[in-house]
């Protein structure tokens, strides 16, 4: 049983304002289910609202990335500075060490529009992202 604003978090898909690294990382090795919602008034003291949420493990993640590290760099990147956009976001983080260049053509590359932000990329975005950056450490 967690608070009912982080069991939302854990389930909600791309588009929301609940949606972030939170999200990312339960859904890449969970299949999240709000089983019950807890009234606050169940609780002492009552102060707010928790529900039962059933976190079903993957045998295998939903998508295959050949860096797990640095996809969650990349997520943690792109939701520290929720307004910039994603080509920003990594640009300012102090964990990853790739180019303005760089990350614009990788973002280019995956289709996605200069101005995407974070918040709009699905887990199976997320993980091109990360390979895509994979492969151009490896050159």
Same mark, same amino acid.
């Given at each position: 049983m967690v608070q009912k604003e982080v069991a939302d978090r854990m389930q909600v898909g791309p588009g929301s304002k609940d949606y972030g690294a939170l999200s990312l990382a339960v859904q890449y090795y969970a299949s999240p289910y709000i089983v019950a919602n807890v009234p606050p008034i169940a609780l002492s003291p009552g102060q707010c609202g928790? #529900? *039962?949420i059933r976190l079903t493990r993957y045998q295998e993640p939903p998508v295959h990335v050949k860096d797990t590290a640095l996809m969650f760099r990349l997520?943690?990147?792109?939701f520290n500075q929720r307004r910039k956009t994603l080509q920003n976001g990594l640009n300012n983080s102090p964990e990853l060490s790739f180019s303005?260049?760089?990350?614009? #053509? *990788?973002?280019?590359?995956?289709?996605?529009?200069?101005a995407v932000r974070g918040e709009a990329l699905t887990l199976e975005q997320f993980a091109a992202l990360a390979n895509a950056f994979s492969d151009l450490k490896g050159k």
């Amino acid at each position: 049983m967690v608070q009912k604003e982080v069991a939302d978090r854990m389930q909600v898909g791309p588009g929301s304002k609940d949606y972030g690294a939170l999200s990312l990382a339960v859904q890449y090795y969970a299949s999240p289910y709000i089983v019950a919602n807890v009234p606050p008034i169940a609780l002492s003291p009552g102060q707010c609202g928790s #529900a *039962v949420i059933r976190l079903t493990r993957y045998q295998e993640p939903p998508v295959h990335v050949k860096d797990t590290a640095l996809m969650f760099r990349l997520i943690r990147a792109s939701f520290n500075q929720r307004r910039k956009t994603l080509q920003n976001g990594l640009n300012n983080s102090p964990e990853l060490s790739f180019s303005k260049e760089e990350i614009v #053509a *990788v973002i280019e590359g995956l289709g996605l529009p200069a101005a995407v932000r974070g918040e709009a990329l699905t887990l199976e975005q997320f993980a091109a992202l990360a390979n895509a950056f994979s492969d151009l450490k490896g050159k």
